[in-house]
């Protein structure tokens, strides 16, 4: 429940899930060590998911802090507390943000990772290296799941998407950093938040087996889409959800240092484990953006 992004998300998220009987929430920081540990021997879990992270590249290049905190400490401290309570499955949000300034696409899991390009990237692949040595010393069973770009409804206001849309409303430009260069536009895997669900829920009855008790797989829609097929469609989205007419204003910028002409994932080694691969198509999921967005924000269409 931290102050990286409007906590009021947070909450209406939060009031949702308490619907649920069985859900139970509990305020705390993975950094505090007796709290992760005191919340397995209580509750005694059989399958741990940790998706608790400081999130989002940039912010990384100024506030590293955070990161080694919630990312590397925090994620020792599940660990730890998976030791001392042994679980059936500890599942992990790791990140394509591994993949670094990899060039061979799709990216495969077997693909060199030792290169990441942020501190966000290198705690995330530090994960995956902890999980493994976990594992083997002390047979935790482990899987890592690299997310590609996640989108949907509720989702992060720091992520390009969201904040395009909230530019819409304000009828401010947006920034497309891509050099105006629409021939050679970068191609990115967008994933649909119920797809990522689905695939932690299918991945969970999976635990690792035999000699090998880590895991990484690729979680990403393995069908890339060019940046400004990506806004385009969105636009028609939000135009749609609004029975508006305005659309994007846009700013072509330079390329990023550091971006490189396409991401995606390969699946195989997903789709082989639980028979599943997210293939949500973006005009479906970023129109059930579009409609939350203005229902939530109560936005009716642009000034
Ligand atoms: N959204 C994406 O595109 C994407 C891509 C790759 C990986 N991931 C990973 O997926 C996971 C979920 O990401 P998200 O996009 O939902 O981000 P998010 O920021 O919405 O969710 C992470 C949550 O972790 C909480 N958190 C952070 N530090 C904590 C701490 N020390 N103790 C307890 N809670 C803490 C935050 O308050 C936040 O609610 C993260 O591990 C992220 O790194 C996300």
Known sequence: MND????????????????????????????????????????????????????????????????????????????????????????????????GANKKVPFEEIDCVDHPVSLYAATKKSNELMADTYSHLYKIPATGLRFFTVYGPMGRPDMAYYNFAQKYFA??????????????DLYRDFTYIDDIVEGIERIIHHPPEGTALHKVYNIGNNKPVKLMTFIDTLEKCLMKATAGV?????????????????TYASTDLLQEAVGFKPETPIEEGLQRFSDWYVNYYKVKSQP
């Open 171 to 184: 009828g401010e430009p947006i920034q497309i950093f891509n050099d105006g260069d629409f021939e050679h």
């Open 246 to 262: 305005a659309q994007f204003i846009k700013l072509y910028e330079p390329m990023k240092p550091g971006d490189v002409p396409a």
């Open 4 to 99: 990286y992004y409007d906590v009021e998300l947070k909450n209406t998220r939060l009031e949702l899930l308490k619907a649920y009987e069985s859900f139970k929430f509990v305020k705390g920081d993975i950094a505090d060590k007796d709290m992760v540990m005191g919340l397995l021997e209580e509750y005694k879990p059989d399958v741990v998911i940790n998706l608790a992270a400081q999130a989002g590249v940039r912010y990384s290049i100024e506030n590293p802090d955070v990161y080694i905190q919630s990312n590397i400490i925090g994620f020792y401290n599940i660990l730890e507390a998976c030791r001392s309570h042994a679980v059936r499955h500890l599942v992990y949000a790791s990140s394509s943000s591994v993949y």
